[in-house]
């Protein structure tokens, strides 16, 4: 008799195609990912035409793989969950037709996720979720803090108004003539300097929101200043000014909301959840208070399969299915998906 469930998880949102199978919401059996970041390396960031390409040519191979290395036939799976949004349209919509294709030739039910739920419930990979938790998301695209009173609900408490955190790493980055994704980069000469910089931070009195796109001017502004004396700026102090800038924000709202929406855990989630001095910033400040935090490991950060197939299991659950009418949503809204 058949008890555990298993999950198809299928993501081609942005530079990475990539396919899971996830057995009981919480185990990764298999978790293939074929990145795409050398092709669009020279061109400073992702081009969604090479994207959409690269995604049409690596998607029946990375199904495959991720159901050979499970040891699992199509016929074994209960759902397929699929990225649905947000992200670039081209490149979605190869990830819904494949999920479409298998669902209709083999009778499996869909579930569209969205991806920063995804983000979310890869936390729930490395240990069960508490509720009401709090998710820190700080990713490309995406800067939120996101209220999961329950399983499968989503609240966003604060969002950024301008650049998200992923976004103004990526745009120092190039500012200082490192290569695409530039957040690595900047995370590691971090390391190496010294917070020196007098930068901005936008503290947004009385709201959640964030802001970075100030900060990021700010950076331009003071590397292009020091040029025109003729000064040096050692990019590692720069960028470990700019990295304190922005974690002692993301970490400082963190906290407060976390203590005022009184939540049993803090799930970090997003690319830029891979950082450094943002993972020890975190652990120091919830270390002095009885909140949880979840960071997961950094392949679960970055983008991939397994937590869409976790987020798929959490929505299936609660009873979503997509229709034979699921679409790429590059605007999806994750309070009502
Ligand atoms: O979650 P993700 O794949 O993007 C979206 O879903 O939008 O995150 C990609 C972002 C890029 O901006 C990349 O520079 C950043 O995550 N990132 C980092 C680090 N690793 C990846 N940012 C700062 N420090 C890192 N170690
Ligand atoms: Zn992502």
Known sequence: MKTDQLILGIETSCDETAAAVIKNGTEIVSNVVASQIESHKRFGG?????????????????????????????????????????????????????????????GIPIVGIHHIAGHIYANRLIQEIQYPALSLVVSGGHTELVLLDEPGSFKVIGETRDDAAGEAYDKVARTLG????????IDRLAQMGSPTLKLPRAWLEGSYDFSFSGLKS?????????????????????????????????????????????????????????????????????????????????YLCTDNAAM???????????????????????????EAF
Do not use: C
């Open 308 to 334: 869409i197939g976790a987020a798929g299991s959490v929505m299936f659950e609660k009873g979503k299915r997509s229709g034979m009418d699921l679409n790429g949503n590059p605007g999806l809204d994750i």
């Open 218 to 298: 700010a950076v331009i502004n003071t590397l292009h200043n020091a040029e025109q004396r003729g000064e040096k700026i050692e990019p590692e102090d720069l960028a470990a000014s700019f990295q304190a800038s922005v974690i002692e924000v993301l970490v400082m709202k963190a906290v407060k909301a976390a203590k005022e929406y009184d939540v049993k855990q803090v799930l970090l989630a997003g690319g830029v959840a891979a950082n450094k001095g943002l993972r020890e910033a975190l652990t120091e400040a919830f270390s002095q208070l009885p909140i949880e935090l979840s960071i997961p490991p950094l």
């Open 178 to 185: 490192l290569p695409y994704p530039g957040g690595p980069h």
């Open 46 to 106: 992702v081009v969604p035409e090479i994207a959409s390409r690269h995604h049409v040519e690596q998607i029946t191979l990375v199904l495959e793989e991720a159901l050979r290395q499970a040891g699992v036939g199509y016929e074994g799976l209960d759902a397929i969950a699929v990225t649905e949004g947000p992200g670039l349209v081209g490149a979605l919509l190869i990830g819904v037709n494949a999920a479409k294709a298998v669902a209709f030739a083999h």
